[in-house]
């Protein structure tokens, strides 16, 4: 089973700020497989990043994904205010499998 | 439109049975593998289980392995998750998921809105 771990667990940041979101696995995973979600108090998980580096439909170009093998990361290039919320990574495999988030959080 | 509505949760004893439900209407149910995701309160997701677009294979976590079911009913565009032998650390809100491919890329692009269980006496 491959671990995902994300850092920070809490990251505290002002709107128009730049956040980054680490995801590290505890093995290689194909990029095909990584995925960001956003999820919001109260409501379902959202598809933010497919294929480590790919938005999905509607989703804002502040939004980006990259990395490959055992690091990779989301970042938001300006913050808004309807951004504040839980990130999760997630690889697909054979065994799906969710990093423990990241809650951003408004300074 | 297309969504995934959740029903089924509720209150029930440790040891207990639930079947939970998930209609998907607006899009062909049967073209798509379907996943359950947990999230127990005030906690992350976990993946539970995934069915194939035929019903043919299933396959489980660890954790809910030899208790829990995954079926469904193309013919009424439905999923469903049959919980057995409920423990107290079951108690979650259970997320159906639709898992479709872009450009070969597996996501999970579609969630219902959660239904909740919550096992205690």
């Known amino acids: ?107 | 439109e297309e969504q995934l509505v959740e029903s089924g949760g509720g209150l029930v004893q440790p040891g207990g049975s639930l079947r939970l439900s998930c209609a998907a209407p607006g899009f062909t149910f049967s073209r798509h593998w379907m996943h359950w995701v947990r999230q127990a309160p005030g906690k992350g997701l976990v993946w539970v289980s995934r069915i194939t677009g035929d019903g043919s294979e299933t396959v489980y976590a660890d954790a809910v392995k030899g208790r829990f079911t995954t079926s469904r009913n193309n013919a009424k565009n439905t999923l469903y998750l049959q919980m057995n032998s409920l423990r107290a650390e079951d108690t979650a809100v259970y997320y159906c998921t639709r898992d479709s491919r872009y450009g070969g890329d597996p996501t999970f692009d579609l969630w219902g809105q959660g239904t909740l269980v919550t096992v205690s006496s």
């Open chain 1, 1 to 107: 089973e491959t671990v995902l771990t994300q850092s920070p667990g809490t990251l505290s940041l002002s709107p128009g700020d730049r956040a980054t979101v680490s995801c590290r696995a505890s093995q290689s995973v194909s990029s095909s497989d990584l995925a960001w979600y956003q999820q919001k108090p109260g409501q379902a998980p959202r598809l933010l990043i497919y294929g480590a580096s790919n938005r999905a439909a509607g989703i804002p170009d502040r939004f980006s994904g990259s990395g490959s093998g055992t690091d990779f990361t989301l970042t938001i290039s300006r913050l808004e205010s309807e951004d504040f919320a839980v990130y999760y990574c997630q690889q697909y495999g054979s065994s799906p499998f969710f990093g423990q988030g990241t809650k951003l959080e408004i300074k």
